[in-house]
């Protein structure tokens, strides 16, 4: 079994299409064949079933392709692990970000790497906590920041800081003139809320659930720039993380409490892997004991 071939495999289980994992892989269409052909023999297994003029991945290709990617990825790391990136002249980091922590703390972490490490490429991509795990477990991603614990026991994490749910008001709201306020006194206060495929939104929903409190819930946004955004020209209130409330400057934040909603950000990787010196570095920006956690063998 050839590297190639399982970079064919991996390319083509993508694309479904040979023409088209041909131009990406700038090879020709009966290499590819060829390769593929030479894979299934070896492994005594058909991994893609034709359909018309494309292809669709069998049984053993769907269990086989986890596998297909890990190896290319520990090859990969292996490759980077033999570079002379010591001193940090080249290289790349790829990290996957909830969209709440990439402004608040991964921003001015990825402007203080690249200041001290120009030529290493970093690559940020801004998802939801599932497919930052997922990403973490397929290789497609170094490092994640999301939240501790991770629900995936493959990954490892280190807890960066507790962030506290706050309440946002504009300044002419009703409670605008307030500090703190139980939650169960939400009861009758229209809200604007994250959708459900969240984790804080589910934080939010059990805080209110223990309270007693079914909320007044009138809008749905995907992100908790554009709920500030909704609450500051109406009379809505939304509930946000703490970070992002005082970045709203021209709002109003109230502590919540009776039970105080805390989420925990954490640094997360996939447990057993070998890092980079940069992922290091960068993880050592967030959370000094992560450089030596990423170190070490696990």
Known sequence: MELRQLRY???IAKTEHLTTSARNLFV??????HGLRQLEEELGMV????IG????????GVVFRNYAERALHEVEAGRMALADLSELQTGALTLGVIPTFLNTLVAPAVAAFTRAY???NVVVRELLAPPVEAGLLDGSLDLGVSFHPPQRTELE???LFDERMMLLVNPSHALAGRRTLAVKSLVDVPLALLPRSFYTRSLIDNGLRDAGVTPSLRVEMGSVESLIALCRWGDMATIVPERAAQQASDMVAIHLVGPQLVRTAGLLWRRGSHYSAAAREFAALLAPA?????GREV
Not at 290 to 294: E, I, Y
């Open 47 to 50: 991994l893609f079933e034709r």
């Open 118 to 120: 120009p030529k290493v």
């Open 28 to 33: 020709t269409q009966s290499t590819l064949s």
């Open 9 to 11: 495999f991996v390319d």
């Open 157 to 159: 994490a280190l807890p």
């Open 290 to 294: 992560a450089r030596a956690s990423l």
């Open 53 to 60: 003029r494309g292809l669709k991945l069998s049984q053993a």
